[in-house]
């Protein structure tokens, strides 16, 4: 598929890009409670591993079926279709939740949950590919900064606004009642994302020819020659694969950490929430300003040094307040990486394979995303929170050191 598609008219482009920024807030109201769904398993009894899971499903999922979704994706003449479905989909699951914890007994909850996530991978792994090559071609080579960083700023915004009014919500509801509104309320923001990702307009494309293949290895084979042909794309995602690593073991840890060391309210919960997504919209700004004036590469090294200071900060001192802190500046942080790595990420993407390539990307983020959230949880209940937290942020730490590696194949300093 390419994803350079044919010029389109100034309408057009308009009315895409103002259908990708009314989409945002839709996920973005949706998402809205996905931190607070490891916090509600937490509270009703789940263990480490059962968390861990929760974060490590979609990477199992993705892992196995990411190359094959992409295969057919690469056939599809237009791709919105298999993106706005695979959307709504994931965000009912937040409907779905809701009203199962309402119909099923305490001690079946937690797994009748993971079993609702399960199958929300599924879309899952359809969309993370969709996105990217929806994205690109809304956007085109010298747009990825401008429509990403105005998509993920009006997330922001609209992600701590709903996360304001859904912790003062959580404080004032009986649990496990308050949860179960936030999810079901929440999830309507799935219908807001379809109406509009639906009416992204990009011109149908011719689908490349695809080597044949009789088995699983000679499919594998068709895939390293491809990679071979493209060094930089390989480089580049095995670096992102190490930090990406490194920020999913972190992830279960985190809302263990809040409730069993720090004591951390549903309140200040969101709160240490919120303060992510406010500065991010900060950080989108910041850093595509950055990008024009020092390159990619600055803000590749910058971000990705700058979010190894997280869990390596909130471990020492394990205060609210400080947290708090820290998690604002690790938004403004997370706001480059989510920038430079799409950007740096499409550079090295040949235009007629970018489904093919982006699905290999995302299996590498796949494998990161089923073993590191495990491998977190196995390390917390062998070493304890904190030290899981200090690995993540060791992990974080290499992966600035490997990208400090000039590599002129891969980072561009434009």
Same mark, same amino acid.
């Given at each position: 598929?390419?994803?350079?598609?044919?010029?389109?008219?100034?309408?057009?482009?308009?009315?895409? &890009?103002?259908?990708?920024?009314?989409?945002?807030?839709? !996920?973005?109201?949706? #998402?809205?409670?996905?931190?607070?769904?490891?916090?509600?398993?937490?509270?009703?009894?789940?263990?480490?591993?059962?968390?861990?899971?929760? #974060?490590?499903?979609?990477?199992?999922?993705?892992?196995?079926?990411?190359?094959?979704? =992409?295969? /057919?994706?690469?056939?599809?003449?237009?791709?919105?279709?298999?993106?706005?479905?695979?959307?709504?989909?994931?965000?009912?699951?937040?409907?779905?939740?809701?009203?199962?914890?309402?119909?099923?007994?305490?001690?079946?909850?937690?797994?009748?949950?993971? *079993?609702?996530?399960?199958?929300?991978?599924?879309?899952? #792994?359809?969309?993370?590919?969709? &996105?990217?090559?929806?994205?690109?071609? $809304?956007?085109?080579?010298?747009?990825?900064?401008?429509?990403?960083?105005?998509?993920?700023?009006?997330?922001?915004?609209?992600?701590?606004?709903?996360?304001?009014?859904?912790?003062?919500?959580?404080?004032?509801?009986?649990?496990?009642?308050?949860?179960?509104?936030? &999810?079901?309320?929440?999830?309507?923001? *799935?219908?807001?994302?379809?109406?509009?990702?639906?009416?992204?307009?990009?011109?149908?494309?011719?689908?490349?020819?695809?080597?044949?293949?009789?088995?699983? =290895?000679?499919?594998?084979?068709?895939?390293?020659?491809?990679?071979?042909?493209?060094?930089?794309? %390989? @480089?580049?995602?095995?670096?992102?694969?190490?930090?990406?690593?490194?920020?999913?073991?972190?992830?279960?840890?985190?809302?263990?950490?809040?409730?069993?060391?720090?004591?951390?309210?549903?309140?200040?919960?969101?709160?240490?929430?919120?303060?992510?997504?406010? !500065?991010?919209?900060?950080?989108?700004?910041?850093?595509?300003?950055?990008?024009?004036?020092?390159? *990619?590469?600055? %803000?590749?090294?910058?971000?990705?040094? =700058?979010?190894?200071?997280?869990?390596?900060?909130?471990?020492?001192?394990?205060? $609210?307040?400080?947290?708090?802190?820290?998690?604002?500046?690790? =938004? /403004?942080?997370?706001?480059?990486?989510?920038? !430079?790595? &799409?950007?740096?990420?499409?550079?090295?993407?040949?235009?007629?394979?970018?489904?093919?390539? %982006?699905?290999?990307?995302?299996?590498?983020?796949?494998?990161?995303?089923?073993?590191?959230?495990?491998?977190?949880?196995?390390?917390?209940?062998?070493?304890?929170?904190?030290?899981?937290?200090?690995? @993540?942020?060791?992990?974080?730490?290499?992966?600035?050191?490997?990208?400090?590696?000039?590599?002129?194949?891969?980072?561009?300093?434009?």
């Amino acid at each position: 598929m390419n994803a350079n598609p044919p010029e389109q008219s100034y309408d057009i482009k308009k009315r895409n &890009f103002r259908n990708v920024q009314i989409d945002a807030v839709g !996920v973005a109201l949706s #998402t809205a409670a996905a931190p607070f769904l490891p916090v509600f398993l937490t509270r009703m009894g789940a263990t480490n591993l059962q968390v861990g899971l929760l #974060t490590a499903m979609p990477g199992v999922t993705g892992l196995v079926l990411a190359l094959f979704i =992409g295969r /057919f994706l690469q056939t599809r003449r237009n791709i919105v279709p298999w993106f706005s479905g695979s959307r709504l989909l994931v965000l009912s699951s937040y409907a779905l939740t809701g009203l199962v914890s309402m119909a099923i007994p305490k001690e079946f909850l937690v797994n009748s949950v993971l *079993g609702i996530w399960a199958l929300a991978t599924i879309p899952q #792994t359809s969309l993370a590919v969709c &996105f990217s090559v929806v994205m690109n071609a $809304v956007a085109g080579p010298q747009g990825r900064y401008a429509l990403l960083s105005r998509r993920w700023t009006i997330f922001g915004l609209t992600n701590t606004i709903v996360t304001f009014f859904a912790t003062q919500m959580l404080d004032r509801v009986v649990f496990p009642l308050n949860y179960q509104v936030l &999810f079901i309320s929440l999830s309507l923001g *799935g219908l807001i994302s379809y109406y509009f990702s639906s009416r992204i307009t990009l011109p149908d494309q011719t689908p490349p020819p695809l080597a044949e293949s009789k088995s699983l =290895g000679e499919t594998l084979q068709n895939y390293l020659r491809l990679m071979r042909q493209n060094p930089a794309f %390989v @480089s580049f995602v095995s670096k992102r694969f190490v930090y990406l690593s490194a920020i999913s073991l972190g992830a279960p840890i985190f809302p263990l950490f809040f409730v069993r060391e720090v004591h951390a309210t549903d309140a200040e919960i969101g709160t240490i929430n919120m303060a992510t997504s406010a !500065v991010m919209m900060v950080g989108y700004s910041f850093w595509t300003w950055i990008s024009r004036k020092k390159g *990619g590469r600055f %803000v590749l090294l910058a971000t990705t040094f =700058g979010l190894m200071l997280y869990p390596l900060a909130s471990t020492l001192t394990p205060q $609210v307040g400080w947290i708090i802190f820290y998690a604002g500046t690790s =938004g /403004f942080f997370q706001a480059g990486i989510d920038l !430079v790595f &799409f950007d740096e990420l499409m550079k090295t993407v040949p235009p007629e394979y970018s489904a093919t390539f %982006v699905s290999l990307a995302q299996s590498l983020q796949y494998l990161s995303a089923m073993l590191a959230p495990l491998a977190g949880t196995w390390l917390a209940d062998h070493l304890g929170l904190g030290a899981a937290l200090l690995v @993540s942020a060791g992990l974080r730490l290499l992966g600035f050191l490997l990208f400090l590696r000039s590599d002129r194949l891969v980072i561009h300093a434009s």
